[in-house]
Every structure is written in structure tokens, then in C-alpha cells.
């Protein structure tokens, strides 16, 4: 029973570099969704997924792409790394529950660092 | 407009002392959920409770309680006879009936000192 698995856990990138930050999940969810943490700002929505080929964006999207191809799958992609995007990320999936998201299982996380 | 706000950004108490967290919500739903997590020292997010926006009878899960008050829009938790193991940061978090995801506070760093 792994839950949320996020890969790679640690990774320092240069400026202008691209990456694919991974996060699989085995509860059949239909709900997944990326968020960062920074420092005395809590964790801040990227995007999300309501479910497989849906994605929309969250509050702070700018830099990152997502896809879902499969329920299982939510792939975080920055596509020409910024020092702004030193930041913790944490994968995130739950179950809707009659509207709202009911409660999430999240990924042990992936401290990203640009240099 | 912040809709979870956590004025507290760090406390420190001594062992065995009683702490409230404190978290105030905004939202114009009738539905809608209310989460407290604690990320420890190791980095994780742990659940710690749900409570929807019908129920405001207050929980009690050992030395953990959560208050909820529709009428101050707060859902406030309190450690009672704290350890070292309680220090984390602790975050509220709401989710609404018409929305997509969650809103988190800023979190409340916890020290106990032993």
C-alpha cells in the first residue's frame, strides 16, 4: 500500500534547466494536485487534475506544466527552471466526496533547488 | 482575501502546558470542510482531522481537540499536556462544496520545550 509515491526527493537544477518532477498513486483517486511550500507562505495550489485528460491551473501555475494521461499519473513539469521555483513540492490526491475534495493523502515530498 | 488565516506563525510552550493553534476561515458556501495537518521536523504531511460544515460538535482524539465555531468562523486546536513529539508545524486548511482544491494557512511553527 504505497499511497502517494514522489520522485526524485532531492534535486538542484541550473537556471534555464528543465525537469519532470513524478508523483504516482495507487488508491484509484481521481483527484491530484501539485502544490509548493515556501517559507511563511503554507502550501500554494500549481494545478490540479479532477481526473484523467482534465487538468486546470491553480493559484501559482506560471512555469510548470501538468498532463494526466492516467489515473494513476500527475507529472509536474518546469520547463526552464527559475531560482523563484526553489521550493518544496508536495503531490497531493484524494477522492471527491459529493463536491468538495474530501481529504488528501500527500507525497512525502521533492526539495527542489535552482541554482 | 486570505481564506484561512493562522495569526500565530510560531509558539513555543513548555511540556506538559496546554496550547491552542488557532485558525479562522472565510468562506460564503454552506458546504464546506475544515483540516488540520502536521508537518514534523522529517518533512511529511500527516492528517490529523476533517470536520464538515454541519457538524460543529467539538472533537476530542486524546490529548487532541478541535473546537469549531460557525458564529467566529474558527476551528481552533488545542494540545493538552504537550510533548516534544507535538512540535511540528501545524497547518488549517478549507475545502469548499464548489471548489477544487484546498486552501491552506500559513502554518503554526510548535516548539515544546522540554
Known amino acids: 500500500n504505497a499511497g502517494v509515491t514522489q520522485t526524485p526527493k532531492f534535486q538542484v537544477l541550473k537556471t534555464g534547466q528543465s525537469m519532470t518532477l513524478q508523483c504516482a498513486q495507487d488508491m484509484n483517486h481521481e483527484y491530484m494536485s501539485w502544490y509548493r511550500q515556501d517559507p511563511g507562505m503554507g502550501l500554494r495550489l500549481i494545478h490540479y487534475?479532477?481526473?484523467?485528460?482534465?487538468?486546470d491551473q491553480g493559484e501559482v501555475p506560471n512555469g510548470y506544466n501538468v498532463s494526466r494521461s492516467t489515473t494513476e499519473d500527475f507529472p509536474l513539469r518546469l520547463l526552464s527552471a527559475a531560482p523563484s521555483q526553489t521550493s518544496v513540492y508536495f503531490c497531493?490526491?484524494?477522492?471527491?466526496?459529493?463536491?468538495?475534495?474530501?481529504?488528501?493523502?500527500f507525497g512525502s515530498g521533492t526539495r527542489l533547488t535552482v541554482v | 482575501a486570505q481564506k484561512v488565516t493562522q495569526a500565530q506563525t510560531e509558539i513555543s510552550v513548555v511540556e506538559k502546558e496546554d496550547v491552542t493553534l488557532d485558525c479562522v476561515y472565510e468562506t460564503r458556501d454552506t458546504t464546506y470542510y475544515l483540516f488540520w495537518y502536521k508537518q514534523p521536523p522529517s518533512g511529511e504531511l500527516v492528517f490529523l482531522i476533517r470536520r464538515n460544515s454541519f457538524d460543529e460538535q467539538n472533537e476530542i482524539s486524546g490529548r487532541y481537540s478541535w473546537n469549531f465555531q460557525k458564529s467566529t468562523s474558527s476551528f481552533n486546536f488545542t494540545i493538552t499536556a504537550s510533548q516534544v513529539v507535538d512540535s511540528a508545524v501545524y497547518f488549517c486548511?478549507?475545502?469548499?462544496?464548489?471548489?477544487?482544491?484546498?486552501?491552506f494557512g500559513t502554518g503554526t511553527s510548535l516548539t515544546v520545550i522540554p
Open positions: 487534475s479532477v481526473g484523467a485528460g482534465i487538468t
Open positions: 497531493a490526491s484524494s477522492y471527491f466526496l459529493r463536491g468538495p475534495v474530501y481529504g488528501y493523502t
Open positions: 486548511a478549507l475545502s469548499e462544496a464548489n471548489g477544487n482544491q484546498f486552501y
